[in-house]
Structures are given as structure tokens and as C-alpha cells.
């Protein structure tokens, strides 16, 4: 009973460097989302898929690149990655339609230094 | 535009007192869904309640309570009895029906029950 799986879940970048978050659902869900949890802004959210080859911005996609090949996977890209981008960064999935309960990743801990 | 107010940043109760957290909305829909989550130490973020707009009856799961209040957009928690393993950062949320389905989540608030 897998959920959402994310990967790694500590990564240390200095700056500039780039790199790819992994998600992972196998719930069969349409919709798959990224969001950012920074100290005392809840979460936000970057970019949202619902379905294979259909992706989308959320409030703060700058600096990251998404892209949905199929249903199961929804990988997060820092093309360059910025101290701003020290975060906690969750991946959550869903059927498609605002009542459904989205399911969380146990998170990615991304520091850049 | 949606948004979500949790006013309280941390509350600090003692175990077994009763303790409740506010969350506030504000939507420009007339169909939309809220939601309470969990987030405990552990940091995973763990769902705890779904209430649609047209269902303002409060709700009861043992120690936990809602109230839906749409004339003061609020949809508060109450936690009766409080234990050490409430403590947690409880984060309320919104989605909107006609506006896509994206969830916009209040700041949180952060919960220590102390022994």
C-alpha cells in the first residue's frame, strides 16, 4: 500500500546545481500537484498535472520545471537551484474534482546552499 | 480571491484541556470543500476531515469536533481532552468547485500539549 512515494527525502545543492524530485502514486489518480512548505506559509502550490501530458502553474512555479509522462510519475526539476528554493517540498495526488482528499508524500527536505 | 486564515501561529495547552483551532476562509464560490490536516512531527501531512459547502452540520469523531459556520465563514476544530500526541502543526484548507481544484491551505497553526 505504497500511496505517494517521494524521493530523496533530504537533498543538500549548493547553488546553481540542478536536480530532479521524484513522485511517485500508484492510486491511479488524474490529478498530481507540488507544493513548497516554508516556516509559517503553509503550502504552496508550484505546479499541478491533471493528467498525463497536461501540466499547469500554481503560485510559485518560478525556477521549476514539471512534466507528466504518465499517470503514475510527476517529477520536480531545479533547472538552477537558489537558496531561496531551501524548502520542504511535498508531492500529493488525487482523483480529479475539488472534493477529492489529496494524498501526501512524506516530503523531500531540499537545502541549497 | 480564496483564502485561508489560521490566526492562531502556536498554541500551548496543558494534557487533557480542551483547546480549538480557528480557521477562517474567504471564497468566491458557492460550492467549495474544506479541509483539516494533520502534520505531526514525523512531518508527514495526514488528512483528518472534508466538509462541503452545503453541510454546515457539525461533526464528531471522538475527541475531535468541527464547526462550519457559513455566516462567519469560519470552520473551527476542537480538540477535547487534549493529549501529548496532538501535539502537531494543523493546517486548514480550501478548494473551490468552479475554480479548478486546487487546495489553498491556511499558514497553519502549531499545537504543544505539554504533560
Known amino acids: 500500500n505504497a500511496g505517494v512515494t517521494q524521493t530523496p527525502k533530504f537533498q543538500v545543492l549548493k547553488t546553481g546545481q540542478s536536480m530532479t524530485l521524484q513522485c511517485a502514486q500508484d492510486?491511479?489518480?488524474?490529478?498530481m500537484s507540488w507544493y513548497r512548505q516554508d516556516p509559517g506559509m503553509g503550502l504552496r502550490l508550484i505546479h499541478y498535472?491533471?493528467?498525463?501530458?497536461?501540466?499547469d502553474q500554481g503560485e510559485v512555479p518560478n525556477g521549476y520545471n514539471v512534466s507528466r509522462s504518465t499517470t503514475e510519475d510527476f517529477p520536480l526539476r531545479l533547472l538552477s537551484a537558489a537558496p531561496s528554493q531551501t524548502s520542504v517540498y511535498f508531492c500529493?495526488?488525487?482523483?480529479?474534482?475539488?472534493?477529492?482528499?489529496?494524498?501526501f508524500g512524506a516530503g523531500t527536505r531540499l537545502s541549497v546552499l | 480571491a480564496q483564502k485561508v486564515t489560521q490566526a492562531q501561529t502556536e498554541i500551548s495547552v496543558v494534557e487533557k484541556e480542551d483547546v480549538t483551532l480557528d480557521c477562517v476562509y474567504e471564497?468566491?464560490?458557492?460550492?467549495?470543500?474544506l479541509f483539516w490536516y494533520k502534520q505531526p512531527p514525523s512531518g508527514e501531512l495526514v488528512f483528518l476531515i472534508r466538509?462541503?459547502?452545503?453541510?454546515?452540520q457539525n461533526e464528531i469523531s471522538g475527541r475531535y469536533s468541527w464547526n462550519f459556520q457559513k455566516s462567519t465563514s469560519s470552520f473551527n476544530f476542537t480538540i477535547t481532552a487534549s493529549q501529548v500526541v496532538d501535539s502537531a502543526v494543523y493546517f486548514c484548507?480550501?478548494?473551490?468547485?468552479?475554480?479548478?481544484?486546487?487546495?489553498?491551505f491556511g499558514p497553519g497553526t502549531r499545537l504543544s500539549v505539554l504533560p
Open positions: 500529493a495526488s488525487s482523483h480529479t474534482g475539488p472534493k477529492n482528499i489529496q494524498y
Open positions: 492510486m491511479n489518480h488524474e490529478y
Open positions: 498535472s491533471v493528467g498525463a501530458g497536461i501540466t
Open positions: 471564497t468566491r464560490d458557492t460550492t467549495y470543500y
Open positions: 466538509r462541503n459547502s452545503f453541510d454546515e
Open positions: 484548507a480550501l478548494s473551490e468547485a468552479n475554480y479548478g481544484q486546487n487546495f489553498v
